[in-house]
């Protein structure tokens, strides 16, 4: 059974830096591709950012390319994504997500989540201004 477990969320000033982590079990994932997703209040959860645990591609949304990373550690099961100059507009819940069978476009995940069958259950980032 997979298990996502999200940890490293927390309150920041604007202009700040957090690293949320996502530790993977259960599986072998080195065919999955990951995500992190988030949901903030009163709205409509939304992409983030997405890797294969090859490692080899990695895909940004718009509102976050420049400013976060995604990684993983193999070794540790992890999925990273490293958040730099936060806005008060990133405060959201940050979920971690693993699809077993990835599009060929990680590009595909801006506008669905079909195929992220599993999630872990969210870590609180709060960026004050």
């Known amino acids: 059974q997979v298990q996502l477990v999200e940890s490293g969320g927390g309150l920041v000033q604007a202009g700040g830096s957090l690293r949320l982590s996502c530790a993977a079990s259960?599986?072998?994932?080195?065919?999955?591709?990951m995500g992190w997703f988030r949901q903030a209040p009163g709205k409509e959860r939304e992409f983030v950012a997405a890797?294969?645990?090859?490692?080899?591609?990695?895909y940004y949304s718009d509102s976050v390319k420049g400013r976060f990373t995604i990684s993983r550690d193999n070794a540790k099961n992890t999925v990273y994504l490293q958040m730099n100059s936060l806005k008060p507009e990133d405060t959201a819940v940050y979920y971690c997500?693993?699809?077993?069978?990835?599009?060929?476009?990680?590009?595909?995940?801006?506008?669905?989540?079909?195929?992220?069958?599993?999630w872990g259950k969210g870590t609180l980032v709060t960026v004050s201004s």
């Open positions: 259960g599986r072998t994932f080195s065919s999955y591709a």
């Open positions: 890797i294969r645990w090859s490692g080899v591609s990695t």
């Open positions: 997500a693993a699809d077993p069978n990835p599009p060929l476009r990680l590009v595909y995940y801006t506008s669905s989540t079909y195929g992220m069958d599993h």
